[in-house]
C-alpha cells in the first residue's frame, strides 16, 4: 500500500513538473523598466548571463525585453531575478533599493 501510494504521489509529481515545463515559453516578452542606452546594455548582459537564455532584446521605447530561452534551463522568472538584481525593476520582481540605487544617476527611471 505504502509503496502503490509513493508510486501515485511520484507519478503526480512527474506529471505536475511536466507541465509546469511547458508552461514555460522558449519566447517571453517581459516588461523591464529602463531609461536609456546603458540601461540597455545592463538589462540584456544580466539577463544574457542567466544559463539556457539564447538571446535577448530590450527597447527602451516599449520597456520590454524580448527573451528566447531553453526551457528545460531557465525559467522567465530566473531572468527577472536577474535583471532585478541588476537594478531594473520587471513585471514580476522589483529591484532592490540598494540595486535600484547602485544604478549611474541618468539610469534611475521613474518607478
Ligand atoms: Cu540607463
Not at 34 to 54: T, W
Not at 93 to 110: D, P, R, V
Amino acid at each position: 500500500m505504502k509503496k502503490l501510494l509513493f508510486t501515485l504521489g511520484a507519478t503526480l509529481f512527474a506529471t505536475v513538473a511536466l507541465f509546469a515545463q511547458e508552461k514555460e515559453q522558449p519566447k517571453q516578452i517581459i516588461a523591464v523598466k529602463g531609461q536609456c542606452e546603458m540601461c540597455k546594455k545592463r538589462i540584456e548582459k544580466a539577463a544574457l548571463d542567466v544559463k539556457g537564455v539564447r538571446s535577448v532584446d530590450w527597447s527602451v521605447a516599449d520597456q520590454q525585453l524580448t527573451v528566447y530561452l531553453n526551457p528545460k534551463k531557465t525559467t522567465g522568472k530566473e531572468v527577472q531575478e536577474a535583471i532585478a538584481k541588476a537594478g531594473h525593476d520587471t513585471a514580476e520582481i522589483k529591484a532592490s533599493e540598494e540595486a535600484y540605487n547602485g544604478l549611474h544617476s541618468c539610469c534611475k527611471y521613474q518607478r
